[in-house]
């Protein structure tokens, strides 16, 4: 199991292009576990509801990993002891929820839901001492522009970071992978490429914001139409900081990007797996931080 240093220093991790977004290397998989079960992987998640239902603390703390994160509706972010307490707000940012689907990646589970006005990504990861919880973000729902590959007003612009270069270091070669196809993606995106595009994202995904709720099929069309009508596309949203904890055949990537139009930096969650002989992304989620000043435009 490899796990990346979280960065927000100047360190540069280039694009790896059409190498980096062909079939990744072997995973280096935990050797000491096994390949779960799609109920093993379901069972953690109804566990952890049901003991925040009943008040058991110890039991839900029990259940968090040692590198838990907690991100609420207005974008705050809590480490492990900060979650532990605050585990009554925690607790209340899922109760009631509906439309509870859990999608399994073999050493990683992302489970989504809906409440009144918010949406939820909980993501569990198989440790050596079991299934951990290792994030929960939630997205409180508005109306605006879906900021996915907008038409921009004009073709200048460019996007040096996210798509050429990211202040990120990766530690293990699954890491490197993951970055490369990220940045190629974010390429793909830009330049309206469908075709490259699509390999690299599973799917089911879904793109959680607080404005859209959008599809792979969603996201191929607005592509495919950019292409073909050559309308402009934004370059993607700088990243401020990222972190992939590589669990081998999975692994999660975290990141706090500002926009590139400028306005409040968001943090998103993403997942990844290895299918079909390559890394795919998986599922993913973003909160702005309403907190955090206003970004500046990136032109």
């Excluded at 979280?6 to 360190?11: C, K, R």
């Excluded at 974008?75 to 585990?87: C, Q, V, Y």
């Excluded at 959008?214 to 990243?239: F, H, I, Y």
Aim: charge should be negative.
């Amino acid at each position: 199991m490899h796990m990346s240093t979280f960065l927000t220093g100047t360190l540069l991790v280039g694009t790896i292009g059409a190498a980096g977004c062909g079939p990744g290397p072997t995973p280096d998989a935990p050797t000491a576990l096994a390949s779960p079960t799609e109920d093993e992987q379901e069972a953690p998640d109804r566990e952890w509801i049901a003991v925040l239902e009943a008040d058991d603390t110890t039991a839900a703390t029990a259940l968090l990993d040692t590198e838990f994160e907690w991100t609420n509706t207005v974008g705050k972010t809590l480490n492990r002891g900060e979650s532990i307490e605050a585990m009554a707000a925690l607790a209340a940012d899922v109760r009631g929820e509906t439309d509870v689907l859990s999608y399994p990646y073999g050493h990683v589970t992302a489970v989504t839901s809906a409440r009144p006005g918010a949406r939820t990504m909980r993501v569990w990861v198989l440790r050596a001492e079991g299934w951990r919880l290792f994030a929960v973000i939630g997205t409180a729902l508005t109306t605006g522009t879906t900021p996915f590959a907008a038409a921009g007003g004009a073709t200048a612009g460019d996007c040096d970071n996210p798509c050429r270069s990211m202040p990120y270091a990766p530690t293990s070669e699954n890491a490197k992978t993951i970055a490369g196809i990220f940045q190629q993606l974010k390429m793909d995106e830009w330049h309206p490429n469908p075709e490259n595009w699509a390999p690299y994202v599973l799917d089911v995904v879904y793109y959680g914001t607080a404005t859209a709720q959008l599809s792979k099929a969603d996201r191929v069309a607005r592509l495919a139409k950019a292409k073909e009508t050559g309308a402009p596309s934004v370059p993607g949203d700088p990243v401020v900081s990222m972190r992939i904890v590589d669990l081998g055949d999975s692994a999660v990537m975290t990141a706090r990007h500002n926009p590139y139009r400028g306005g409040k930096p968001y943090y998103s969650v993403r997942v990844w797996a290895l299918k079909d002989g390559r890394w795919q992304l998986a599922n993913t989620q973003q909160t702005v931080i309403a907190d955090a000043p206003e970004a500046t435009a990136a032109r």
